[in-house]
């Protein structure tokens, strides 16, 4: 292909590729951008009002405070890429764990075997939930409000008036509370690291078979070294002892590796499989999927069973968390879910956003919460900082698609 | 004249009482722009949505490369080499150009989107149109112009090897320069022996790149046309209904 008149973006040199991210920026594709910075500034205002805020155990718990959340928001991109909500996410996973209680230590059941019955449940409730959006056309912010309420209900009668089970089974315990020997932390950056470069080089191969320019191959490498240095820093920090008491506290906390796995198979099947591509197409513009043969319902559905199993399992990192299931659990924690996707980037009118963008907005809801608890100001704050923060990004959401889509907001 | 690409025989169409087409003739060559022209309600929307299977005909013959075929539905109509560019393109504004061409037959390779294999074709096809207007396929199709989403509308059906491709009012939305652009692009798409069938109101539009003009009025053909042997009053006057092709009884 000698005469090549069309490019496809991947042209040019090093120099070239960093302008055509900020002219990207300029219409206003900007991803995560504005979370990351809001990350950055966030942590220099705590670190400067709070001395607690830049300690290493400080550093550990915020990953340990975002896990949850990230696994919940993670799960809730699936269903706001089809511009839908699932209000019952958080109480779906309640009665999930309620579940697993109920068969673990009342019927004696196999812990493994009741999580996965928990997740099962999870399962059908998205198909459920599915089946009302996709077949009967209900709201799912009608449907899955009816089954928020429902659920509490559920929840109190399975585990009673303000019941509490302790959870007992170590594996479960050790997710949140544990961490990695410190080698464990280095192979997992390694690994981390192998994968990027397997996947990077994988598609540069394709392309190359297939005639077509290739990003120039540093782009790859600032990328691996990108992940290495902050991974190393990370990681170095977490491998120090931490505790405040005589027992040692190190390691990289096991919640971290689980998230990552999450977050990196979703994202490979949102991206390079088929169902990734169909979903972001009916997140798009569903009369075009359906055109296109594309199974509109099939998809939907697949992505709110995706999005209740996914948030059973946050509930698994809830109630290893605080060690406990409770009849009241995921209330409010689903809000708080959608503001984290919402902040990192995701669109409430569907199509656009990443998974990592749920983490990352995971992390600075996490960082909210934990440095306003530091410094002492009292938990109403917190909420109308959260609330501030959710309203300017559902705002630059809105803006930035205006922009895209060619009609600018002049002032 | 050569064996018509699609032939149409007394098809009839009715919804409820009403006759939508009374008994149409209607042919489309390979390599030849054909325009369908006729007023609001003359049965051009009716006529399209047959040849594309969503809605069959009631009766009549239709003959696809010589062949009798029944186009009961899109699916089949797509996989006989019929595509249809609707007037709102059915594009996805948060994909890339790539993307939407390949929308719904994503090529895989080893269980995975095969981008390389797929931006390489969907390149191929854009230049065999001589697009130029593109920057990169891998833009956002929410970037583009009026007139670039058409072109990737008309690309894919490129893509999809259709023989006959139809385009619904193709230039309604577009400014003077973009209209020039679709309609170099349509007859690019004739000149690689492509048959096209073009609906649209703009007289002169169809002149400029038609080499037939079809015009129904209340639901019969009036008038075959050459573009080169009739003028813009004649073709006018049938959409009006003031003139008569003989032989066509009312």
């Known amino acids: ?411 | 004249m050569a064996e018509p690409l699609i032939r149409l025989q007394q098809v009839t169409k009715s919804f409820g009482p009403v006759d939508v087409l009374k008994g149409v003739d209607f042919e489309a060559y390979a390599g030849k722009v054909t325009a369908l022209v006729g007023d609001n309600g003359a049965g051009k929307s009716t006529l399209i949505k047959g040849l594309s299977g969503v809605q069959p005909y009631d009766g009549g013959v239709v003959s696809f490369e010589g062949r009798e075929v029944h186009l009961t539905n899109p699916r089949q109509a797509s996989s006989l080499g019929i595509e249809v560019v609707y007037q709102d393109l059915a594009l996805c504004e948060n994909l890339d150009i790539v993307q939407n061409m390949f929308l719904g037959r994503e090529e895989l390779k080893q269980g995975t989107l095969d981008e390389a294999a797929m931006e390489f074709s969907a390149i191929k096809a854009l230049q065999s149109l001589s697009v130029r207007t593109v920057k990169s396929v891998r833009q956002k199709v929410s970037s583009l112009s009026g007139g670039q989403r058409q072109t990737v509308a008309i690309g894919r059906t490129v893509l999809r090897n259709a023989k006959l491709v139809i385009l619904d009012e193709p230039t309604a939305a577009l400014g003077v320069a973009q209209t020039e652009q679709v309609l170099n692009l349509v007859r690019r798409l004739a000149d690689n022996g492509l048959g096209v069938i073009i609906i649209s109101h703009n007289l002169a539009d169809v002149f400029q790149v038609c080499d037939y003009i079809s015009v129904l009025y209340l639901g019969n053909m009036v008038a075959r046309l050459e573009t080169v042997k009739t003028t813009r009053d004649e073709v006018v006057a049938y959409i009006t209904g003031t003139k008569v092709l003989e032989g066509v009884n009312e």
Not at chain 1, 398 to 403: E, G, I, N, P
């Open chain 1, 1 to 411: 292909m000698n005469s090549q008149s069309l490019g496809s973006g991947h042209e040019g040199s090093l120099r070239d590729q960093i302008g055509a991210y900020f002219q990207r920026l300029r219409t206003g594709e900007m991803g995560a951008l504005p979370a990351v910075v809001a990350l950055v500034l966030l942590a220099v205002l705590f670190s400067a009002l709070s001395p607690y805020f830049l300690t290493k155990l400080n550093f550990a718990n915020l990953f340990v405070q975002a896990a949850e959340l990230a696994t919940l928001a993670i799960a809730l991109v699936f269903v706001l890429l089809l511009a839908e909500i699932d209000l019952s996410a958080g109480v779906t996973a309640g009665v999930g764990m309620a579940i697993f209680t109920i068969l673990n230590q009342k019927l004696g059941l196999d812990p493994f075997i009741s999580i996965v019955a928990g997740l099962a449940f999870g399962a059908l409730v998205g198909s459920t939930l599915g089946f009302f959006v996709a077949k009967i056309g209900v709201p799912s912010f009608v449907v899955s409000l009816g089954f928020f309420l429902a659920f509490q209900g559920l929840q109190l009668i399975m585990l009673g008036d303000g019941g509490i089970f302790r959870v007992d089974v170590p594996f479960i315990k050790s997710l949140m509370n544990d961490n990695l020997p410190g080698w464990a932390g280095w192979a997992f950056l390694g690994i981390m690291l192998a994968v990027s470069a397997f996947l990077s080089l994988w598609d540069r191969a394709r392309r190359r078979n297939a005639g077509l320019v290739n990003r120039p191959i540093s782009l790859m490498f600032i990328k691996l070294a990108t992940i290495a240095v902050l991974g190393g820093i990370a990681i170095g920090i977490l491998n120090e002892n931490r505790s405040v008491s005589i027992i040692d506290i190190s390691g990289v906390p096991i919640v971290v590796p689980v998230v990552i796995g999450i977050l990196f198979v979703g994202t490979f099947v949102l991206d390079r499989t088929k169902f990734g591509r169909h979903l972001y197409a009916v997140g798009g513009n569903p009369e075009a999927a359906r055109r296109s043969g594309i199974k509109v319902a099939k998809v939907r559905i697949t992505a709110f069973i995706v999005c209740s199993t996914l948030a059973v399992f946050s509930g698994l990192l809830h109630a290893s968390r605080i060690g406990s299931v409770e009849s009241t659990a995921g209330r409010t924690i689903v809000l708080s879910g959608v503001a984290a996707a919402v902040v990192g980037g995701v669109s409430l009118f569907g199509g656009r956003g990443r998974l990592v963008h749920a983490v990352i907005g995971a992390l600075v809801i996490a960082i909210i919460d934990n440095g306003l608890g530091l410094i002492g100001l009292p938990a109403g704050i917190n909420f109308l900082v959260t609330g501030g923060v959710l309203t300017a990004a559902a705002t630059v959401d809105a803006l930035s698609r205006k922009r895209s889509s060619g009609s600018i907001v002049r002032t």
